[in-house]
């Protein structure tokens, strides 16, 4: 049975935001959720539901989407899909494309695109130009966000001309908003008004269950007129937005237009009514969780608090800006974006080839023509090679002794690589210390080349040992030598006397930015991701602390999750000079015996598979390590965390380094 709980949909959470004929509707669905047991009746169920509560609660729309999913994937088949199965196709489609456009206002840009060129394929197989309108619309957002807006533009315009060519008008209001937002951020203020008036004129053919698109052509327009120094007309429109996104219960457009106005009242000093309007709007983009709008907002209320002279909330809200625009443009997310269209343009690429196969096979006394010529073509080409013979023979003994150069000095390359890999091996803590304190353990460690950027350490002091489980920036030789430096400045830390695991990472903290003089500005701003946890020994008590890598506990009553802070250790977090200081919160828990306690860094989850192309889930991930847990020793666990890894992985390239370790507790 699929349905659960905490997976169906509570009206009560928003009630104030939904009117009385969305109430009945999920009264409905909740109510054929129950009772049916066609998964075609219950996915479309579940869909509707989440398309309900996506303006008004997007975690809940998620949850009701990833369980649509769910039933869809079990029921269907990829690579034999034929059209008795389109309609849960369309569903599962329509729910993939959805969840595309969370992950992408949550900053994963990674899932937003493996799930929108997913549901892209899905739509293309269908022939669903509406559908595919709409993915071009969510990929070329996330260009957007990582300020590539020839690509936006690029996919935008596509969105729009099957818009058109449908007369889909919510749909073609839609495209053009997104156009105007490309000219706006281009500086072409003029073309970005023309496309926002003629969506203004085109939505009051629009019903009133679509308005979401109304509200942010208003705050674009109110932008666009701000832009120009027309206020008079700007402060109309912006006020439109906010009006009608509160009837509504939006936040997208009200956040933009509380924005406008903030910066309107900045413009003529009206300080205090500019910070009221800038944290209304910093508020609203944090409620929805947008990483862009929260960036905009944030580095608006850094400039109005400094103007005011409250530098220190001014450098907060500062550093919450770079953060946002970090998360969104970092070469990571390009990178993927790059590889993900480039697939999906191989695949549509092969499905043409195949139809265009019975065409061939029409042609082919005409192809046999055409070989006969291609025939000659090659007798002439071979005369014309040997005339160019004796100039490749003369070449010959250079490029042999060029070859040779060549092979020697890759062979010092490598030599010099598994000599740096035998170095960053002899950091690794012995095997034989972990028999001596516990009762059990696994260490899955898999880097992406021959050194690599993940490490574990385990260190004992007295009755308390100290696990150490980090991740640094980068793969490679770039990875290997901040995992080397990191492991030893580590090592001189815990040396030092400290043993509670907040301290551990502010101190690495301060050492990376000294070694690595980032305070200075330098170009090299690396660091890590780590979860450390010191264990008493005798006592069971055990301490965490982390920098966006957590930890998770496994009980005989299930598993606890301890989270981590989300900032991570080194890098420049400097203003004038001034370093800002990061605290790592110390989460306090009793280990039991028999308790299982597992670190593992991101190569694990984030490894795209598992037949669909995704990435991995850590719900996924933590079930995966669950059930290694179950064999009977070390080795066995960890063959069986390889085993599903590379299951998971198939055909695919691997992303980065592997580290997963556990340990079962045994008082001493």
């Not at 966000?145 to 749909?171: C, P, V």
């Not at 001189?492 to 551990?504: A, C, L, M, V």
Request: charged share 25%.
């Amino acid at each position: 049975m699929y349905l659960t709980t905490a997976l169906l949909a509570t009206p009560e959470l928003v009630a104030g935001q939904l009117n009385t004929r969305q109430l009945r509707e999920i009264d409905s669905l909740n109510l054929l959720i129950r009772s049916t047991k066609d998964p075609v009746e219950k996915v479309e169920a579940y869909a509707n539901l989440g398309e309900i509560y996506y303006v008004f609660d997007m975690d809940t729309a998620a949850s009701l989407m990833f369980t649509a999913n769910k039933i869809a994937i079990d029921a269907l088949s990829f690579c034999e899909l034929d059209r008795k199965k389109e309609p849960m196709a369309r569903f599962l489609s329509s729910s993939l494309s959805n969840l595309g456009w969370y992950y992408m206002n949550k900053g994963k840009i990674a899932m937003a695109l493996a799930h929108n060129f997913k549901s892209l394929e899905i739509h293309e197989y269908l022939r669903n130009d509406r559908g595919k309108a709409y993915c071009y619309q969510n990929i070329g957002e996330i260009y957007e966000m990582q300020g590539d807006d020839k690509s936006a533009m690029r996919f935008f315009r596509m969105a729009n001309e099957i818009h058109t060519n449908l007369r889909y008008i919510s749909g073609m209001t839609g495209s053009l908003d997104l156009m105007a937002e490309v000219w706006l951020q281009r500086g072409e203020v003029d073309s970005a008004l023309r496309l926002l008036l003629l969506a203004e004129d085109l939505s009051n053919d629009i019903k009133q269950v679509e308005l979401y698109n109304l509200e942010e052509i208003y705050a674009n327009i109110g932008t666009a007129y701000l832009t120009k120094g027309d206020t008079a007309r700007s402060i109309v429109y912006n006020f439109k937005a906010l009006e009608l996104g509160r009837s509504i219960g939006s936040k997208s457009g009200l956040s933009d237009a509380l924005r406008n106005l903030s910066r309107i009242d900045l413009a003529r000093n009206n300080l205090e009514s500019a910070r009221q309007y800038a944290e209304e709007s910093y508020d609203a983009a944090m409620e929805l969780g947008f990483p862009d709008r929260i960036k905009k907002a944030s580095h608006l209320l850094s400039r109005i608090e400094a103007r005011l002279g409250n530098y220190k909330k001014a450098l907060k809200a500062y550093q919450s800006f770079n953060l946002m625009r970090d998360s969104l443009r970092n070469n990571f997310n390009q990178r993927i974006s790059l590889q993900l269209e480039q697939k999906f343009k191989y695949e549509q690429d092969k499905l043409l080839k195949t139809k265009q196969y019975d065409r061939e096979m029409e042609l082919e006394s005409l192809e046999q023509r055409r070989l006969r010529v291609v025939s000659w073509m090659g007798l002439a080409t071979l005369l014309a090679a040997l005339l160019i013979a004796w100039s490749i023979l003369r070449r010959y003994n250079v490029i042999r002794k060029q070859k040779k150069t060549i092979g020697a000095q890759n062979q010092q390359i490598l030599k010099g690589l598994e000599y740096s890999r035998e170095i960053q091996h002899a950091l690794l803590p012995p095997v034989n210390q972990f028999e001596k304190h516990f009762s059990s353990h696994f260490v899955f460690f898999e880097p992406l080349e021959t050194v690599g950027g993940d490490f574990y350490s385990v260190r004992v002091i007295g009755d308390i040992v100290v696990i150490v489980c980090a991740d640094c920036t980068g793969h490679g030789v770039r990875g290997g030598l901040m995992s080397t430096m990191s492991s030893l400045l580590l090592d001189k830390t815990i040396h030092s006397g400290r043993t509670d695991p907040g301290e551990i990472l502010a101190r690495l903290n301060h050492e990376i930015i000294r070694a690595l003089h980032q305070h200075e500005g330098r170009s090299i701003q690396d660091g890590m991701e780590m979860a450390v946890c010191t264990l008493n020994l005798k006592t069971g008590k055990m301490k965490f602390a982390g920098a966006r890598n957590g930890m998770v506990i496994f009980r005989a009553g299930g598993a606890e999750r301890l989270k981590p802070a989300m900032f991570p250790v080194g890098g420049e977090f400097m203003k004038k000079g001034i370093e800002i200081e990061r605290r790592f919160e110390v989460i306090n828990t009793q280990l039991q015996p028999g308790d299982w306690f597992c670190m593992y860094t991101d190569g694990y989850a984030e490894q795209i598979g598992g037949g669909n192309n995704l990435p991995m889930t850590y719900k996924q991930t933590e079930d995966l390590i669950a059930a290694a847990l179950s064999m009977e020793n070390p080795t066995q666990i960890r063959l069986k965390l390889a085993g599903q890894f590379a299951e998971w992985q198939g055909e695919n390239q691997r992303v980065d380094d592997v580290c997963v370790i556990g340990f079962r507790f045994k008082p001493a």
